[in-house]
Every structure is written in C-alpha cells, then in structure tokens.
C-alpha cells in the first residue's frame, strides 16, 4: 500500500517522492558532468543505458554498442551510441547495412507535426537490413545470413529471430532494407481486393504511393492513375508505369471528379487526402487508406460518402498477424526477385548516419524532393557499427557536449496559468 | 641604373629561369615585398625604386639588387619581367598603366588606386597590353585561411546564410603621420593620397576575404563611419552590412583606434554548418569534411605546405607567370574589393544602402 505524504505538487506518493529525489540527484550530477545540457533531455538517454544494463544482469549476457539515429527534441537528430544486451536464445544480433528512411512518417515526427506526436527521444526508422552478426543458441540463423526487419535506424539491432526475414540472394540488402514499406503497400493492396482491368488511383507520391503504382500494375489494375499536389517528386519509375499523372497545381481539383475510380489508394499519410479520395471514388468504390494516415480532418464530406456509398478501409499493418507479415514478406522478395518492384530507381540519396542531422533538416525543408532514401551504416567504422562493452562502460552522451539544446519542457510539468513559484 | 656591390646574403642564388621583379617604392611595404621576394624560389629581385634615393640605395644594398631614383628605368629595362608597385595609394593608378605600356606584368599593392574608376583605368591598359595585372591582396594566403577556404569548398557551410567579421587595431597618430615607418610621410591621413582610412587601407583585405572564403560576391552594401582620432581627414571607425548575391547578409566591423586591441575575428555561416576565424580556428558542419565528425566543434590549424603569406603570394604569382598563366588573385579581384570599399564611401555619404559595382568593368570615356 502506498502512504500518501505531501509532496511538492501536493498529491504524490512515496514513490513519486522517491523517483522525484533520484531525479533530481541524477540531474545535479548530469549538470556537474555536462553544464550546458539540459538534464531532462539526458535522463532518458542515462536510463536506456541503465536498462540495458539492468537487462543483461537478468539473462546473465553480455553488451555490445552500436550508433543510432536518435531524435533528442523535434528538429534535432543526433547519431549517438547506444547499449543493447546481446542475443539470448531465440534472438539475433543483425549487423544493419542499410536502412530505408520512410521520408512521410519520418519529417512528419522529426517536425513533430499534429498528426505526429511522438515522446522524445524518438528513434526514427522502421525498416532495415543486414547480416546476421550472432545468433542466439538454437537459432535458425547463422552469422552472416542476409536478413531483413523492422527496427530503427542503427547499424546494429538485437531481436527475435521470428521478427527476421531471410533475404533471398537475388534481392540486395539496399532493396531488401525498404521491406517494411513494401509490407505496407501489399497490405494495403490485398485491402483493396485490386481485380485485373480496375481503374485504380492512388494519391501521393511519397514512397508508399510510388510502390502502390507498381503493385497495382503487377495486379493488372488498369488505367493507373496517380495524383500529386506538385510535380516535385515525380518518379521515372511512376511516369513509365502509371497511365495517367495528375498534377493538381497544373490541373485543378475539377479532374478529380472525372475519374470514377473503383480503387483509390489514399497514400499522404495526412487526412486531409481523404476529400480528394472520395471526389475521384466511383459509385460503390473504395478507398484505402494505405500505411498511417495520422490525425483528423473536418474536411471530409460525409454527403459524398454516403451519397457514393463509399467503403472506407483501414490498412494499418498493425491489424496483421506475425504470419502474414512474413508472408507479405516473402511476396516483397519475390517482386524483387522478379523485377516487378523497381526500388532502385527510387532511392535518390544515400546517407552517411554522421549526416542524419543534414539529411533530416533538408527532409523537413518544404522545397525537399526526396522519395526514397537509405542510411548507409557500411560506411561508419567498425568500431562505431558494433562493439561489445563492459557494464561500467559509461554511457555516450558526446552530442550534449557539442549542441546546445532548446530549454524547454518536454515532458516536464507546465506551471499552471497564472501560477508562480511560490503558490 | 647604379649598381651596389652584392652583400653575402645576396638574392642571387642562382635563379635561371626566376621570374624577375622590380620592386616600385621602398617604404615599409616594399622593404615586406623585397623580403618575401627574397624568400621565394622562383623569382628575384631585379631592381629596386624610389624616389628617395637613400632609401632606395638601403634596400639595393641589402637585397644585392641594382636601384635607381627613375621609374622610365626600371620600366625600359629588359632584365625585369614585372614590377611590384609599391607606393602610397595616390600614384598607384598612373604608375601601373605606365608599366603595362612599357609591357610589364603588374602587381599593385591594394588597393589598385584611390578610386574605382582609376583602378578600372589600370586594369584596362593591363589588358590592352596583353599583360597581367594582379592585387597583393595576400592575407588570402594565410595557411588558416587556406585551410578554411578548402573547408569550405568542401562543404563545411553548405550555401551561405551569413558572415560576421571584427577587425580592431589599435593604431597611433605616429602611425598616420607616418613617424613609425621607414618614411615619413603622412599620406595615410590624407583623403585625396589615400582613398580612405581603415576602410581602404586595411579593411580591404578582409573585404576580399568576404567574397573569397564563400566564393560569393557582394552585391549591396551600407555603411557609417567616422574618424573619431585620427589626425588626418580618413574614417578610423567604420561600420558595414553587406547582402550578397544569394541573399546572405552579413555586418562588418573595422576600428584603427581601439586601445589595446590587435585582432580581428571572423565567422561565417551557412545551411550545413559554421566557421570561425577567430582563434582557436574552429567549425562546426552537420556534413562530414575533412573526416571529421558531424554535429561537434572541431579546431583547425593553417593548411601544410603554406609558407608566410607574402612570399606565398610571390611564389604563386611567379609560378603562374612563367607558365604563361593568370595569377591566382586577379585584377578583377582587386576590383571587387575596392567596388565594395567605394560603395561604402557613397553609402556613408549618401546615408543609403548602395549597390556594389560588379564586372564586367569598364574604364569610363574620357
């Protein structure tokens, strides 16, 4: 049972007491160690290398290090060095080669806009690939198989080996690296129930709507029309596949209605796509709402959906099973494999992870043409990739040496308005 | 021409081939140009002129070098390739267009004349006589600024957003009237000799470095000044916002009486990154250059194999010619530099932002 006790704020515990004392400790000594940081933009980093220590002592396993992308504070992007225990049974450590940036979702949390509310800090990236570097006892995998999986961009990740899809030889790890993208683009494509001669379109051409033209072309989807707001990000790959662009700066929204799609992929990752989406929808049609279209709209004209009766269809991949992930998967590879996917021509910056911090600032920039990027981990040292640490390796917190941080209180409690110190 | 028995430090050392120098005026800056001529390995000194004839007879017997009180001579001579013109601002002009008629290449020291219009004079008759004509403006030739210009060309700034430059010295009264040199002459404190005061005299130089570190020109600037103490009739405290061509802006302070002080600071800024010039020499990039770490302050010490800035200059200078080549520093650097110090003048005169006077030039009908 918990003693209530007066607290500062007047309504704690004596936990909350206790981890407000050990808080405040902890930040008095980070001021003593780096007097320019702000300490509750270190404590998080501290307890990520507390943990994985805490962690290793309980499976009894030892540590590596590798470099991360990290986002300490929106706008901000550090490559800084993080701990992870290394693999028990059922697990792998993968040495990462490439990981593909999802340009959308990552300005999206880097700016944090509304339809993306992350805590900081937050570890961009979803979708890499590598080598596996050790496998846990019992594995399937062995060091050096090619695989591909879902987590952030860092030149090393350790997880469960069933989270891990072997990569064909055919497929290249820079290909193979975009797999959780291509999961989300078949997701949504098996959502749509795409039969041969449906006129299908899809709007945005960010990379989930480049592939979506690809994909609905596999299915024989016909014509294939793609939307765009500006022709700043038009693809060679989209302008050969698509039948039909349509530029609404240079066209107007009037074509949308035109159109009469069975199929429309709403692939902005923004809500306010959907109006657009359901003008182009024919009588009865659906619309997809591929990958994460974040946040709300009061645009959407629900006369028109209804009027339309238009079928509106979540395809999150949250809502996929572990094997059907693995089997999207291996339908990706075997697109690849078959050259009916063409990624690489859509990968028009590879990033050097010292230079996450200009990359993602040029991301962020509104004139940025980017869609598809990949971080290119190969390129550090290393030492800097992965390496194995003792428990009292201290933990890398060089970015607070060198950048002054905004003082500004993420996370922390706001003074109430019109309240003072004294209150 | 009078020759003086060569010393045992003597600047003939055997240099065929050398591209021969002479030097025009034999104050403090020509005694500079003649030891850093000294000190080159591709050019020599191949006589030496003043006016004064004790002066000129000083330096002749120091650097074993012949002398003469006339400047026809030192341009009728064929043993010299290319003059270093070396005297007060005033007469820089005329003397330059004299030796690229007498088909000599040119080094003016900066600035090229009093005036932009006689500078633009200088460097025409430069080109009509199909020789080049080139402005000491060597402070680019500091190793740290070397080493910052490749930083720089190798990405450290990304495109440029901003520059900020301090320049204070604390110059005497002596130093204007001329009491502290070789000569005394108070040409320095006087408009209509000068040009100008901290601005033209010294400025300049860092002017020059303004558009050549981002490789950027200037294309409007506005400024006040004021002389504050010096006895002559020449600004000694100045104050400058420039706007270059691709909208950076930047502010530039320059002082000849600030007590105590002898320094001068530099810091410019771009999309990807910055860099100082202010010691410790230091930049911070968001893009690896240099192999250096992205997102971190790192120092930075002058480029290798950069000698002293003067006879860096000569030797480049030297090097260039001999192959038939435009130097390094051009007339039309020299002009850049001075349209910048002249559009300040009108824009301290005018109380207005003035647009900087960019190439192609012209030298005005007469």
């Not at chain 2, 004021?226 to 002559?232: I, K, Q, R």
Request: aromatic letters at 6%.
């Amino acid at each position: 049972m918990l003693v209530r006790v007066s607290t500062p704020d007047g309504s704690g515990t004596v936990v909350r007491l206790i981890i407000e004392r050990v808080r405040r400790l902890l930040g008095w000594v980070v001021q003593r160690l780096i007097p320019d940081a702000d300490p509750s933009a270190v404590l998080p980093f501290v307890l990520r290398w507390a943990k994985a220590r805490a962690k290793a002592l309980m499976r009894r396993r030892g540590l590596v290090r590798a470099t991360m992308v990290a986002c300490p504070q929106p706008g901000r992007i550090w490559t800084i060095e993080q701990d992870f225990t290394r693999p028990s049974p059922g697990e792998v450590l993968v040495q990462v080669e490439v990981s593909a940036v999802s340009p959308g979702t990552e300005r999206a949390f880097f700016k944090r806009l509304p339809n993306a509310r992350p805590t900081y800090p937050y570890f961009p990236g979803y979708s890499l690939a590598g080598q596996v570097a050790v496998a846990g006892r019992g594995s399937r995998f062995r060091p050096g198989d090619r695989v591909a999986l879902a987590a952030p961009h860092a030149s090393a990740a350790v997880v469960r080996e069933s989270l891990v899809y072997p990569v064909p030889p055919e497929v290249s790890l820079e290909e193979a690296a975009f797999v959780q993208l291509g999961i989300i683009a078949l997701q949504a494509v098996q959502k749509a129930q795409l039969r041969p001669g449906a006129p299908m379109v899809v709007l945005g051409q960010g990379l989930i709507g480049q592939f979506l033209v690809q994909l609905g072309a596999a299915h024989g989807a016909y014509p294939i029309i793609s939307i765009s707001r500006t022709s700043r990000r038009l693809a060679e790959s989209l302008l050969r596949t698509a039948q039909q662009v349509i530029i609404l700066e240079r066209d107007g929204h009037g074509a949308l209605d035109r159109l009469n799609a069975e199929v429309v992929f709403e692939a902005t990752g923004s809500p306010d796509g959907l109006p657009a989406a359901l003008r182009c929808t024919r009588m009865g049609g659906r619309v997809i709402l591929a990958g994460s279209t974040r946040g709300t709209t009061q645009q959407a004209d629900f006369g028109l959906l209804a009027d339309k009766a238009v079928t509106i269809v979540g395809a999150h991949i949250n809502s996929l099973s572990h094997a059907d992930m693995v089997a999207q998967a291996q339908i990706f590879f075997h697109l690849l494999r078959h050259r009916r996917l063409d990624i690489a021509s859509l990968i028009s910056e590879r990033v050097h992870p010292w230079e996450a911090e200009w990359f993602y600032r040029r991301l962020a920039s509104k004139d940025d043409t980017t869609i598809g990027a990949v971080m290119c981990w190969d390129r550090l040292h290393q030492q800097q990739r992965v390496r194995r640490v003792s428990f009292l390796t201290p933990p890398d917190l060089t970015p607070f040496r060198h950048a002054r941080m905004a003082r500004w209180p993420l996370g922390r409690r706001l003074q109430p308005e019109g309240g003072s110190a004294q209150r | 021409m009078r020759t003086v028995a060569a010393p045992a430090r003597s600047a003939d050392r055997g240099t065929s081939g050398a591209l021969r120098l002479g030097v025009i005026g034999c104050g403090e800056r020509g005694e500079g140009c003649c030891k850093a001529i000294a000190l080159t390995t591709n050019s020599r000194l191949a006589m030496v002129m003043d006016a004064n004839a004790a002066r000129c007879q000083d330096l002749a017997q120091r650097f074993g070098a012949p002398w003469t009180v006339d400047l026809a001579e030192v341009l009728a001579s064929d043993g010299v390739d290319a003059v270093v013109i070396s005297t007060p601002h005033h007469l820089h002009a005329e003397q330059a267009v004299r030796a690229a008629e007498a088909g000599k290449h040119v080094i003016v020291e900066k600035p090229i004349a009093t005036s932009l219009e006689d500078a633009v004079g200088a460097v025409h008759a430069a080109r009509r006589a199909g020789v080049h004509l080139s402005v000491n403006l060597s402070y680019r030739y500091y190793p740290h600024v070397q080493k910052a210009k490749s930083l720089i060309e190798a990405g450290v700034l990304g495109d440029l957003l901003g520059v900020s430059f301090v320049y204070q010295r604390d110059r005497s009264a002596d130093y204007w009237a001329g009491q502290t040199g070789r000569p005394t002459t108070d040409w320095r404190m006087r408009r209509e000799r000068s040009g100008g005061g901290v601005l033209i005299n010294m400025a300049i130089h860092y002017l020059d470095l303004l558009r050549y570190l981002p490789g950027r020109d200037i294309v409007e600037v506005s400024c006040v000044h004021a002389n504050l103490e010096n006895p002559g009739d020449v600004e000694d405290n100045a104050a400058l916002w420039v706007r270059y061509e691709n909208g950076a802006v930047g502010t530039v302070s320059a002082c000849s009486s600030a007590r105590g002080s002898d320094f001068e600071e530099f810091h410019l800024w771009g999309r990807d990154g910055c860099l100082s010039l202010a010691p410790p020499h230091q930049f911070y990039s968001l893009r690896v250059v240099d192999g250096k770490r992205p997102g971190q302050w790192h120092e930075f010490s002058g480029a290798p194999g950069v000698g002293p800035r003067d006879v860096e200059y000569f030797q480049r200078f030297a090097a260039h010619i001999l192959r038939g080549d435009p130097p390094e520093v051009t007339a039309e650097d020299g002009l850049a530099a001075q349209a910048i110090v002249e559009a300040a003048y009108r824009s301290a005169q005018s109380g207005r932002a003035m647009q900087v006077e960019r190439g192609p030039w012209r030298p005005v009908e007469s």
